[in-house]
């Protein structure tokens, strides 16, 4: 997939696009691994999105999804690790010294059914939000008869720009988890599999 990154004006700021084989896409769908460039309008790579294959189980406590987030390429600066929660989607934003700075929590019901999907980004004891990642509503056409996504990302203006980057890289691995079809099915992965 190719993804266009744009400001809440509209104007384009990035081009991400997923490096893998066809094999990778068709066999592992969603759950596959990639590697994923992000380049500005110059088309200078300036953030690389590393994901591992993993499996998908809230049973499976010890496998679940992580994203080492690196910009320039060859220099992590964060991560996104999945935390085990039996009814909630959960990630922590680490910095580069695995440090968790903040936490994802999504709904119970990853559900957008005429509405956004809202992924709170909060503190790290998640007792006041202050940011979110959000699956907008597309419309019930384009829904059902595309995977084409519009997600949006709010964020303190003073938060670390490394930061910032790592809840970027959250909000490509939310649409890889929740949101991208299954093979050629046209379901859904969510928290209760």
């Known amino acids: 997939p190719i993804y266009v990154v744009r400001t809440s004006m509209g104007q384009k700021i990035f081009h991400a696009k997923e490096e893998n084989d066809c094999c990778t896409r068709n066999f592992c769908g969603s759950l596959r691994r990639f590697n994923m460039k992000i380049t500005d ?4 790579e300036v953030i690389h999105l590393i994901r591992p294959c993993k499996c998908a189980s809230c049973f ?13 390429p060859g220099n992590t600066i964060g991560y ?3 935390d085990w929660h039996a009814c909630l989607p959960k990630f922590s934003i680490q910095n580069v ?7 994802v929590v999504g709904p119970c019901l990853v559900c957008n059914c005429c509405r956004d ?3 709170e980004v ?13 699956k907008q509503w597309s419309g019930l056409l384009k829904e059902i008869f595309t995977d084409a996504d519009n997600f949006g990302i709010q964020f303190p203006v003073d938060l670390d720009v490394k930061i910032k980057a790592v809840l970027m890289g959250a909000c490509f691995l939310i649409d890889y988890i929740f949101f991208e079809k299954v093979r050629d099915q046209n379901e859904r992965m969510s928290v209760m599999q």
């Open 41 to 44: 309008n110059a088309g200078t």
């Open 60 to 72: 499976c406590p010890c496998c679940l999804q992580e994203l080492e987030v690196q910009s320039p």
């Open 80 to 82: 996104v690790i999945q």
């Open 97 to 103: 010294s695995k440090e968790t700075v903040l936490k």
């Open 117 to 119: 999907v809202v992924f």
């Open 122 to 134: 909060k503190t790290t004891d998640e007792s006041r939000s202050v940011g979110r990642i959000s």
